[in-house]
């Protein structure tokens, strides 16, 4: 059996996708050259993986929104097994 997982791992996984969030609100207004609004809008529905949004219309702001699915679903997977582990001890 592995480490056991620890409310301390859960934190740093809420803390990787908040600063998934900071870094694609940031890649996207660098890219897209969109308002800081739209950018965290656009940011917060890609790595939730809600898929509302609009296609982006260049190369380098589909190749983040790319990176922010795959990132946002690595998040989500840890956060899912996280929630599992802590279960029991919650108990």
Do not use: W
Request: aromatic share 8%; with cysteine; glycine share 8%.
């Amino acid at each position: 059996m592995g480490t056991p997982f620890t409310l301390r791992n859960f934190k740093l996984a809420l803390a990787a996708f908040f600063v998934t969030l900071a870094v694609g609100a940031v890649a996207f207004t660098l890219t897209l050259h969109e308002g800081a609004l739209q950018s965290i809008y656009r940011s917060t529905v890609t790595v939730s993986l809600t898929g509302i949004d609009s296609k982006p219309d260049n190369s380098s702001g589909l190749v983040v929104t790319m990176v922010l699915i795959l990132a946002g679903m690595a998040i989500y997977g840890y956060l899912a097994s996280s929630v599992v582990e802590l279960r029991p001890m919650v108990c």
